[in-house]
């Protein structure tokens, strides 16, 4: 932990047992690696499948990873920067893929795109949003968006210490939930189909954590973006069997955790609060 340097938008990190300095940067639905490999030998990078599978094309690896046991995949589409000496195809009860690059080979950069709905899309996901591997320049796209987010809010007042508690709490609301929308389509569990639609699914709520606090303060710094999500929790209901509001929607549908619907909760109080258009 002592080698970490952990920011919103980027986490660095150096392997101290192999000495292998690592960039990792996201961004929305793609992101970046960048090994600095500091020890002389060969240096090897290993993509693991599990229980899923995994394609290679050239110097490119596609493919997919079921979501633990459920009906839904996230599917991945990865290109190396550098050509790699050799790769490697482990198929079996845990697929992997091994790429060698050799001696010579001191930093190796590696960029990926992920999706819900397919390999392409994944493909497309990741030349819609890193165009090289600038780990440098994509941070700092990184770091504007938060600052963009976390302004929202100023205070005044107070000592370093409590701000840096309350811009701590607040990034921490934008955990979730999350938008899982591709070039106005998304993949809903509830019904294991690809919708059209323009406007952002949300899923991945944690309702029983956030329904008090979190939602009621979306009203109020980005009613927008809440009415996509609550919007996003009737178009759910529509796509299962039931037509129930998900109790606690997850990437691999809803999950009847706790005892309630807080997903009503929620669109009562922004209802109450004047929010018009989220059915």
């Keep these: 932990f002592d080698n970490e340097q952990l920011t919103p938008y980027s986490y660095k990190v150096l392997l ?12 929305y639905k793609s992101a970046l690696y960048v090994f ?3 020890k002389d030998g060969e240096r ?16 490119t690896i596609s493919g997919c990873q079921p979501v633990g046991g ?24 845990s697929s992997t893929v091994v790429m060698a690059f050799g001696e010579g080979a001191g930093i190796v950069a590696l960029r990926y795109g992920v999706s819900y709905i397919s390999e392409d899309q994944a493909r497309m996901n990741l030349a819609a949003e890193i165009p090289d591997y600038n780990v440098t320049a994509l941070a700092a796209k990184g770091r504007r968006e938060w600052n963009n987010a976390l302004g929202k809010i100023k205070v005044e007042g107070g000592t370093g210490d409590d701000k ?12 979730r939930p999350v938008n899982i929308s591709e070039n ?5 569990a509830y019904d294991g189909k690809v919708h059209e639609d323009a406007t952002p699914f949300y899923t991945d709520d944690w ?33 299962s069997p039931e037509g129930w509001l998900p109790m606690f929607p997850t990437v691999a549908g809803d999950l009847a955790f706790m005892n309630g619907n807080h997903s009503i909760v929620s669109i009562y109080d922004a209802y109450c609060k004047g929010m018009d258009g989220i059915m």
């Design 16 to 27: 101290d047992e192999a000495m292998i300095d690592v960039d990792f940067v996201p961004s």
């Design 36 to 38: 600095d490999f500091r």
């Design 44 to 59: 090897y990078v290993v993509v693991n499948a599990g229980s899923g599978r995994l394609n290679i094309a050239g110097r």
């Design 70 to 93: 459920s009906r839904v995949n996230t599917y991945i589409y990865m290109e190396p920067q550098q050509e790699p000496q050799g790769i490697r195809y482990f198929k079996g009860d």
């Design 164 to 175: 840096s508690v309350f811009y701590t709490s607040l990034y921490r609301t934008f955990e």
């Design 184 to 188: 106005g389509r998304y993949y809903s």
């Design 207 to 239: 309702l029983w954590d956030t329904y008090l606090a979190t939602h009621p303060l979306r009203i109020l710094i980005d009613a927008e973006k809440e009415r996509n999500m609550l919007g996003s929790y009737v178009k759910a209901a529509g796509h």
